[in-house]
């Protein structure tokens, strides 16, 4: 089993930045590809970004130039550096875990609990 437990999230003015993190229990993290989906009031849950164990990335449109995605093998912390928030950035912010790089979701295993984004315009 893996546990994922999100921090970071809050408040923030259109163009303001928050940097999320994403602690990981087990021994295992640096063997899974960590990724970060979002998901608005009403809307279906949307890929953010992945990462892969060595550092390769697959970004979203939307957030490509804005955000970016880190990783901390030794830390077993994967974090996600906002940066130009929009209002329409504004999300519950969720981790997740999955074997091989996937934008699906529904191929990520583990998930957190989430981290609310507000972003005021």
């Known amino acids: 089993q893996v546990q994922l437990v999100e921090s970071g999230g809050g408040l923030v003015q259109a163009g303001g930045s928050l940097r999320l993190s994403c602690a990981t229990s087990g021994r295992t993290f640096g063997s899974y590809v960590m990724g970060w989906f979002r998901q608005a009031p009403g809307k279906e849950r949307d890929f953010v970004v992945a990462i892969t164990l060595n550092g390769g990335t697959d970004y979203a449109d939307f957030v490509k130039g804005r955000f970016t995605i880190s990783r901390d093998n030794a830390k077993n912390t994967v974090y996600l550096q906002m940066n130009s928030l929009k209002p329409e950035d504004t999300a519950v912010y969720y981790c997740?875990?999955?074997?091989?790089?996937?934008?699906?979701?529904?191929?990520?295993?583990?998930w957190g609990q989430g981290t609310q984004v507000t972003v005021s315009s």
């Open positions: 997740a875990a999955a074997d091989h790089m996937t934008s699906v979701a529904a191929l990520y295993n583990y």
